[in-house]
Nanobody, 119 residues
């Protein structure tokens, strides 16, 4: 079992930055791929970024490429999402998720943290 707790959300002006954190419980954190997803009001949840467990390969949605950076600290069981040059359309609830590297679907989810970008 893996439990995920996000933090770092808040209100920021357009062009600003926020850093989200996701702390994971349980063992073998480095064996899990970690992802960030977001859901805006009235919209479906969408993929934002992910990082593999073993190699640390990163992947980004086109909408955030060049502005967001995902990273992980396996010693602290934590994954981060550095968000720069924020836009009002980045406003959403951001969720952290985990899965074994060899699986397709994420099966552990955090409770979410609100990010609001004002224009």
């Amino acid at each position: 079992q893996v439990q995920l707790v996000e933090s770092g959300g808040g209100l920021v002006q357009a062009g600003g930055s926020l850093r989200l954190s996701c702390a994971a419980s349980g063992r073998a954190f480095s064996a899990y791929a970690m992802g960030w997803f977001r859901q805006a009001p009235g919209k479906e949840r969408e993929f934002v970024a992910s990082i593999t467990g073993s190699a640390g390969n990163t992947y980004y949605a086109d909408s955030v490429k060049g502005r967001f950076t995902i990273s992980r600290d396996n010693a602290k069981n934590t994954v981060f999402l550095q968000m720069d040059s924020l836009k009002p359309e980045d406003t959403a609830v951001y969720y952290c998720a985990a899965k074994r590297d060899y699986l397709v679907e994420y099966d552990y989810w955090g409770q979410g943290t609100q990010v609001t970008v004002s224009s």
